[in-house]
């Protein structure tokens, strides 16, 4: 399926109160209790199982946050617009107002000379899909978006991303960053976690999940 770009979707009518970007696109309802919510959700499920798309729904007491992605398409597709315009309709039908302000968002940056060097072991170590060349998406649409930022020299830094993973798949998902162009840091602390570090230095620690 043909993607859109963020921009292409934003310009399509009834879809004013969705932000659109390269991981989908957003929508927040101020619901004020649970029940509405509930009402709401149940309204999108008609609608998703009508059109054989379904978003990804994160229901709180107060909100209800929408999103939609194409997954088979990697990217954002003409179903996304029309599930969007028909997801507003039966909010306005319910008396639902969507949230306007400007929505925080967080991204990783990982700055980096050759993105192409970088990005196996990125992808094989956070269990992310790439969206391009220079950018990964969690497949289950709740981490931050990663992106290789091009920068002339690597740089170092403190900071570091851990990657919780079940227990049972941890040693997996070790070896298939090290096999992915990464390099084992630290590993005094295993099994409770190993640092691991990309090409430029980058590292990143990985841990079980808790029992």
Known sequence: METITPKEFRSSPGVEQWRAGRNGAV??????????????FAAITDLAQAADHHP???????SLRVRLFTHSAHGLTRKDVALA???????????????????????????????????????AATGYDALSEIELVDPAGRG?????????RPIGGRMHI???????????????ALAAGGV?????????????????????DITPARA
């Open 184 to 204: 084992m840091a630290d590993d005094s602390h295993a099994p409770n976690w190993w640092t691991l570090a990309d090409a430029d230095g980058h590292k990143l």
């Open 56 to 62: 990804d729904v994160d229901i709180r007491y107060p």
């Open 85 to 123: 315009q028909q997801i507003s309709k039966a909010a306005g039908t319910l008396g639902i107002e969507a949230e306007t302000r400007p929505q925080q968002r967080v991204m990783i940056a990982v700055a980096t000379p050759d993105a192409s060097r970088i990005m196996p072991f990125w992808k």
């Open 144 to 152: 931050p978006l990663i992106w290789m930022q091009s920068v002339d």
């Open 27 to 40: 929508v927040e309802y101020r619901t004020g209790d649970f029940a509405t919510g509930a009402r709401l």
């Open 162 to 176: 851990d990657v919780v993973v079940p227990r049972e798949s941890v040693e997996e998902r070790v070896a298939a």
